[in-house]
């Protein structure tokens, strides 16, 4: 099924086009509320640039409010569409056109920032664990990405509730919901989904978007991974994953809004072991692209 824009498809993929350029730029600079790591461990590391872009760049935040100035735009028309819908399960089963909006947003990346414990991370040479995550969630500290704010104020003035799904756990749902709100924003175990395997709320955050489906339409999907957005985007093959994305590209854009990240995603899971994850045929077509342009 395809899907009008309410803004041009030309666009949308300038849009995406620019993101993913950005997403792989590489600066190396301080990180925000960090001492300038002059150990070689921190530069060597491979999430280092990525951060150092989020943090530092002037690019990234213009990016990210870039990306939450085409929400709005496309919010103030799914709000007056009966027939708009960003949820494929709802859509399919139908009978939602009378329901009041709804916004479905991930929050870390997407409007947490979480850069001051990725950057611990670095600095300590460590790896994600549960336990370390955890206690970063319960201390309350994640900011605001760039643009999220207004974003959040643009959809209550037009009457659209917002829902929050997030993988964070249960056990630091009361913390996510008291961080949220020192940020200013509306939040309650009402609206902050949290996930739960053993309650039926696996990573795949299908059954709680159904829940939200049960008493509004949802019009605007919003997040830092297509898995936030559909599902079928776990998967470990890159082929098949990048299958997917682009059989569902109508979306994008309109009612799937995508927030850039390049630190860390399901798409890490899905990369070939060792140097098959880059292609250096890539740049040579792309140098001779630019060559031809010119």
Known sequence: MRFPLAISSRFCRLLLCCTLAACVSSVALPLRGQ????????????????????????EYRLMAEQTYRLA??????????????????????????????????????TVLDNSGFNAR?????ALFTSESWNAWCNEEKATLIPGAMDFI?????LGVSLFFITNREDPVRKATIANLKALGIEASEKNVLTKNPDD???????????????????VM???DSMSDLCS??????QARRNQTARDKTAMLGSRWIMMPNP??????RALPAGNQAIDPRREAATGKQAAKSR
Not at 121 to 125: A, F, G, S, T, Y
């Open 121 to 125: 991370m670095i600095i300590d040479d």
């Open 72 to 109: 709005m735009v496309q919010l103030s028309v799914a709000v007056k569409d009966p027939a708009w819908c960003a949820d494929e399960v709802q859509i399919r089963e139908g009978g939602f056109e009378k329901k009041p909006p709804a916004v479905i947003l991930d929050l870390d990346e």
């Open 200 to 218: 039926g709320r696996g990573d795949d955050k299908v059954s709680r978007r159904a829940m939200v489906a049960s008493s509004h339409r949802i």
């Open 153 to 157: 104020r643009s959809a209550d003035g």
């Open 263 to 268: 630190v860390y995603g399901s798409w890490e």
């Open 35 to 58: 001492e300038a790591p002059d150990g070689p461990n921190a530069r060597n590391d491979a999430r280092f640039n990525a951060l150092a872009w989020m943090q530092s760049s002037a």
């Open 232 to 237: 079928g985007m776990d998967e470990k093959d």
């Open 221 to 223: 999907l919003v997040g």
